[in-house]
């Protein structure tokens, strides 16, 4: 999910931009969730829902599309998908453009090793944008150098609803009820690590317990 400022500065527009992979479901959930619970501090507008079909691109055997994460000690090389951050913000930017928003946010954190979550990368593509658009257009990355367990613990220390965030490319989907965990991927244990570095309780539910219980 992106965030995106609207022009007066007086609220905060959250962008979602689907491109056809496995968790993109469950992580609307989540996301719906998110915002139907949480309290913010300054007004956010509705969730502006965007698609880009890459199913053409990533073919059906990718392990995105069919949900066979790259298990729990893999390295984040091995979750790579090119192009990611190209689509879903040249969408939301000209999303924004349409709606007169001239600042985009998106949350990559630190030791991102993809070349697509560059500082150089963030501003080539704004200028880019800026001009074939014709619309002024920053691309904000606020967390860029920041570790995961920083950003829980901050979180955690304003009250944010940490069990309604979503960090796992297979997720079960159950009706009714939210999303699980599955557990066993990378990411899983990118979150499992990170709440434990932060000294914060996880509360992920997660489908398989055999990793993470050897952390708590």
Not at 80 to 96: D, E, S, T
Not at 157 to 170: E, H, Q, V, W, Y
Not at 192 to 205: Q, Y
Request: proline fraction near 6%; aromatic fraction near 6%.
């Amino acid at each position: 999910m992106l965030l995106a400022e609207t022009a007066a500065r007086e609220a905060v527009q959250p962008i979602y931009v689907s491109v056809g992979l496995a968790w993109e479901r469950a992580e609307r959930q989540m996301v719906d969730a998110y915002l139907a619970a949480a309290a913010f501090a300054h007004p956010v507008c509705s969730l502006v829902s965007l698609s880009v079909d890459m199913t053409d691109v990533y073919p059906r055997t990718h392990w995105a599309r069919e949900g066979r994460a790259p298990g729990y000690d893999t390295p984040d090389e091995d979750v790579y998908l090119a192009g990611r951050n190209i689509v879903l913000l040249g969408k939301a930017a000209i999303f924004c453009a349409a709606a007169g928003i001239h600042r985009l946010a998106i949350g990559t954190l630190d030791h991102n090793p993809f070349p697509d979550a560059t500082p150089a990368f963030r501003g080539a593509l704004a200028h880019a944008l800026s001009l074939g658009l014709d619309h002024a257009m920053a691309i904000e990355a606020p967390y860029a150098r920041t570790e995961k367990s920083e950003v829980i613990r901050r979180g955690s220390s304003l009250g944010a609803r940490m069990d309604l965030t979503l960090s796992c490319m297979s997720p079960a989907t159950e009706e009714p009820g939210l999303p699980r965990h599955c557990g066993t991927c990378s990411k899983c244990r990118e979150r499992h690590d990170a709440f434990v570095a932060a000294g914060v309780e996880d509360p992920t539910d997660y489908a398989e317990t055999r990793f993470t219980a050897r952390n708590r």
